[in-house]
């Protein structure tokens, strides 16, 4: 049954909405819209390891106009927190490209984070139309997922000389064998499927018919082995905040109607189980262990000391300009960079996803960003108290996008567009009211 949309009353229509519903198709045509937007973003997100960094923009482009003939068809809607605070970081990425040292580059990345906000809109739109279409577009992320996760795994049958070059020779971890499947990069491959191991859980438990599950099944297990064997330190804390606070979120789920005490006690007994066996493969198995005591290697390892560096360097970024950055996007952080990095410590990114927001659209863009993801959150949790079925849904978009957020403390993984949209998908679905339906 499609829901209910709120319409606005004419006269308190915003001016920014007055152009939606200009147009009044026949329902046929309606149909066709809503049935072309579906195909499109299955085709960009089944395809996301896949497509060319041209076709994907493509796709992109095609979505973003889709959803602006639709909003031509069909009367506003009343513009909920999430996507208030999206106006808001528009808003404040606009004055940053304005205020830009260069002005040139900050465009381009205001253009694709414009890009990226018409697949939000475009999966916002689809699933407020028509909710059971989540399942269908999760179906199209589960089957790249699962792809690249066979792909990647075949990698460990084939020469190891291209694979271990990803460990560090001066590391305690030389020699370590990191696949990387079809994204060409072992870090960028866990960032792509840790939120896809919550969406497969979730699919697991919400799908019916024997094949669906299987489907699902199959694409956790060979998903969570390959994110763990990119040997990624910032992929295996995503995959196991991920699949952490999903497990956290069903369990105060399952149990809200369960006396107080053993509400508490079992979700606590759970974690403590799953931590000590976490902390037991950490101490006996040697892959493992060896790239988590990388970790407290310090400046020892030369990839911390290559992050610490950088990290350095986009401090100074952000003092120098605190209030609106340098403007949106890559193009200008690598127009920048060279201006405040050490000797031989060249970096596309500020390798934390905080850093690079403040980097990039400075304290009022780390602001909004939080507003963004808090409300997001909080439109998530009221799935806990929802027995509709598509509350499942929003318990998983919630845990993919914590996994991320962890991943993204270390690393800016986030920003290439096989792991943004995912993102954006998740966040789009968080919007739709998941919870309520």
């Not at 997922?145 to 460990?156: D, E, P, T, Y």
């Amino acid at each position: 049954m499609v829901p209910a949309v709120q319409h606005h009353v004419p006269g308190q229509v915003p001016l920014i909405q007055r152009w939606q519903g200009c147009l009044q198709p026949q329902p046929v045509v309606m149909r066709r819209l809503e049935w072309l937007a579906a195909i499109l973003l299955m085709v960009l997100l089944s395809g996301l390891p896949f497509l060319s960094r041209s076709g994907m923009a493509l796709v992109m482009v095609a979505c973003g106009l889709i959803w602006l003939l639709w909003s031509l068809c069909t009367p506003p809607v009343r513009v909920e927190t999430p996507s208030s605070w999206l106006l808001v970081i528009v808003g404040i990425a606009i004055l940053a490209t304005g205020f830009s040292p260069v002005p040139i580059a900050a465009v381009k990345g205001l253009l694709k984070l414009l890009s990226y906000l018409g697949v939000y809109a475009l999966v916002l739109k689809l699933l407020r139309q028509q909710p059971a279409w989540w399942d269908r577009l999760v179906a199209g992320l589960l089957g790249g997922g699962l792809l690249s996760s066979v792909l990647a795994l075949r990698q460990l049958y084939a020469s190891t000389e291209d694979l271990a070059t990803w460990a560090d020779p001066n590391s305690i971890s030389a020699g370590t064998i990191r696949i990387y499947g079809p994204l060409g990069n072992p870090n960028l491959l866990a960032g792509y499927l840790l939120p896809l191991l919550p969406l497969a859980t979730v699919a697991l438990i919400r799908w019916s018919g024997v094949g669906s599950r299987l489907f699902a099944a199959i694409t956790l297990v060979l998903a969570s082995t390959a994110t763990t064997l990119t040997y990624s330190r910032g992929g295996w804390l995503g995959m196991v905040a991920a699949l952490a606070v999903l497990l956290l979120l069903l369990l105060l789920r399952s149990t809200r109607r369960w006396p107080l005490f053993w509400r508490r006690l079992l979700p606590l007994a759970v974690l403590l189980a799953g931590a000590m066996l976490l902390a037991v493969a950490a101490v006996k198995l040697e892959p493992i262990r060896t790239r988590i005591t990388s970790l407290l290697a310090g400046r020892g390892d030369s990839s911390n000391n290559f992050r610490i560096n950088v990290w350095l360097a986009a401090i100074e970024m952000i003092q120098d300009r605190p209030w609106l950055g340098i403007g949106p996007g890559n193009n200008a952080f690598n127009s920048i960079y060279p201006l405040y990095q050490q000797p031989k410590f060249n970096a596309l990114s500020a390798y934390s996803v905080p850093l690079e927001i403040l980097v990039e659209t400075g304290f009022p863009g780390l602001i909004a960003s939080l507003g963004l993801l808090i409300s997001s959150m909080g439109r998530g949790l009221e799935s806990l108290s929802s027995d509709a079925p598509m509350a499942l849904a929003g318990l998983g978009c919630l845990a993919a996008m914590a996994g991320l957020l962890v991943q993204g403390i270390t690393d800016t993984i986030f920003f290439r567009p096989e792991v943004q949209l995912i993102g954006w998908f998740c966040l789009a679905s968080l919007a739709s009211r998941t919870g309520d339906r």
